[in-house]
């Protein structure tokens, strides 16, 4: 892509209104748009990031054999008030609002209540069990406040997974199997060595949840984490009841920040009761649908990443999650049309092999290209100028190195 | 896909609070889920659908240039307020919430006001220019009454394209572009030889616009359709000034009913003027931007398809946009292991040659099996049997025409 064609500029100055550093590398990058306090728009290279932890995270589930669905932001107050979580004394985060009849209807805040109910249309005996459907839904959620940039926000885009099984045995099984694809989400985005599972409060569900989380500084949570880094346990359940019942002690622990990327849930009948959706097992007797429930936000994925991987001149994306593979720059091209044929041609081999490519074929110095490049953060950046082209290779520099070679374009199209 | 993994079912009665057959078949068939009037959740079948749509739009938007973002839903009532659109006197589909603080927000019904605002951080010169943007967001719109089905939801996804241009002559040159890629869309989903351009009025942005209608009898317009069908006039321009204009005169038209499945504007200055979108040319004077938008709802056209290609056995996808490509029925399977395997090997094969398949492994009986593929409405079933063991050949039927022929297993491969 033509960085000419993708219309954001870089901004040098730091939002004043952000604290966070991924919020502000994120900005004055040209990531993501501030509409309102934890409300962001997605510009071209954020959506692209976020675009490729979806598919990450959407491989992986198709991997656990589930079924993608959309469910509907608007949602019917009826069926929160089955389960008890339609008043603001319950759920604090509701936004809610109303037809044109004054019918109040909810904006989606998570989709366990509705589709508890839109599955008893599909599951009445043990052999439609088990079920496992995921969807990438916005949720909508009224925070208090919005102060850790897009750590937290009042509108993201959100994974859930939900299991419905027949057998708690069933349920344990696949929050087993759900848990080691988080693993491997973590490793695959380029947060693995720093994302940990966690012990964690079950809520209204269950004694516990799993949340996976994430070392760092900027995080809003405080975690134990033990000292061999294996698993770690929330501050909301760091007792001795509970390290008793681990078989642990806190000299086993050092006390962290930590950014929450994941939780997973055993909901169990929680919501299946409320709602009757109920089975009949091969004896003609009706049970419980038993339930659990699995979350990620890419956008706070993406947000993470910033703030593990950046450094005074900008972002350094891993590979994997980066908007683009390779930045190519060409320099003074109005000097010499013949920079811009070289750099087009170099953008052509490099798509031929697989790589995603954003061109930087803008009329600016080389040094605020150079700054601009660094901000962005794509791991490979290619130089074009009259001086490569003289030496008859391009200059290949590693943003997360600073490390700087010497490749001829069959190289590079081996290599990068 | 096996159809044991897909948990939706079919249904034989007709949704009593449904009177639009695509609504009636759609539910029917477990495309979708109706939460509330007017709301639908997206099954398995249904986002399928969904995406192959968006994926032909979005080939087509980046013919046009044109650069992908997403932006928020939750809106800032001060940007409306500028440009005029707060109040329900004046946007009479609002749906609004509220902060935790009291503070007033909206539900996205459009992006023009958010983004002509945030288009001021990025273009202030001529060398800015021009800049097209789309995204697929969804919109939502506090509609009076749906009655409709999928036809007019309160809660709906759109590609919204937005154009902005130096001059009026840049604006006219592009939206006679995205006229053209509008009706390459037609083509490609396969409504095109119903769908026509349509003059409409202009509303406050232009004395007219365009709106691509397709002729069916379930459409909620009326429009005015020139006898070689090569254009129409919306009802509501139909009066003797404009038709004189257009050198047209009554005669030539024939009344029917429509579905506006797209629409176009020359915004101008509406947007840019208000919020102070401008751009300084060449000689250094400052001049607003000219804006035009562009629009089309994926699960209309959907809805629309499903209108024009029915029968009384249930939907008949066209090819580009069928949830799949290839239905592999499997007859009596717990007779004789051997047709399972036959099954799945022919499904590896037909997905090893690029195609889509479903696959119908449930235990049911031949009957049902056959009633829901009709009700599905995949362009192709070839069904595995003990009867086409024998044969050597599978059985392929055309959903279209209700043609049968028998094939051998490379035959398929190739024709399919």
Same mark, same amino acid.
């Given at each position: 892509m033509r960085q000419s064609q993708l219309f954001t500029k870089t901004k @040098?100055? +730091?939002? @004043?209104?952000? +604290?966070a550093r991924s919020a502000q590398l994120l900005l004055r990058a040209g990531f993501v748009h501030k509409e309102l306090a934890g409300v962001y728009s997605f510009l071209p290279l954020g959506l692209r990031v976020v675009n490729r932890i979806v598919a990450i995270v959407r491989e992986e589930m198709q991997s656990l054999g589930a079924v993608e669905l959309s469910m509907s932001s608007l949602q019917d107050s009826n069926v929160w008030k089955s389960t008890d979580r339609w008043s603001d004394a319950s759920v604090d985060v509701w936004f809610k609002t109303k037809f044109k009849n004054d019918t109040e209807v909810g904006l989606a805040f998570t989709h366990e209540d509705p589709l508890t109910r839109m599955m008893k249309g599909y599951v !009445? !005996?043990? %052999? /439609? *069990?088990p079920v496992f459907l995921y969807q990438f839904q916005t949720k909508f959620r009224n925070e208090l406040r919005a102060k850790s940039g897009l750590l937290r926000t009042r509108e993201f885009l959100m994974k859930d997974l939900y299991s419905f099984t027949a057998t708690k045995e069933d349920l344990d099984a696949f929050y087993e199997k759900a848990a080691a694809a988080y693993s491997k989400i973590w490793q695959r985005v380029g947060i693995g060595s720093q994302t940990v599972r966690t012990f964690a409060s079950g809520g209204s569900f269950s004694k516990f949840s799993d949340e996976f989380q +994430?070392?760092?500084?900027?995080?809003?949570d405080t975690i134990y984490l033990e000292k061999d880094k294996s698993m770690a346990v929330n501050k909301e359940v760091y007792t001795d009841e509970v390290l008793k019942e681990l078989g642990k002690? @806190? !000299?086993d622990f050092d006390e962290v920040r930590a950014i929450e990327v994941g939780n997973i849930f055993k909901l169990g009948t929680r919501f299946s009761e409320p709602l009757g959706l109920t089975y009949t097992d091969e004896a003609g007797k009706s049970h419980p649908v038993i339930m659990g429930s699995y979350g990620i936000g890419p956008a706070r994925v993406m947000a993470t990443a910033v703030e593990l991987f950046n450094d005074e001149k900008g972002i350094i994306w891993p590979a994997t999650i980066a908007p683009f593979d390779v930045h190519v720059v060409e320099l003074n091209p109005k000097k010499d049309a013949a920079i811009s044929t070289e750099a087009e041609k170099l953008v052509k081999e490099l798509e031929a092999s697989g790589k995603e490519v954003l061109h /930087?074929? %803008?009329? *600016?110095s080389p040094g605020q290209k150079f700054a601009d490049s660094d901000l962005i953060g794509i791991p490979v950046r290619v130089v074009v100028s009259e001086k490569t082209m003289k030496a008859g290779t391009f200059e290949v520099k590693e943003r997360n190195t600073g490390e700087v070679v010497h490749m001829t374009m069959e190289e590079l199209g081996r290599t990068t």
């Open positions: @040098k100055e +730091t939002p @004043k209104d952000e +604290t !009445s !005996s043990y %052999r /439609d *069990l +994430t070392v760092c500084d900027a995080g809003e002690t @806190k !000299s /930087d074929d %803008r009329d *600016l």
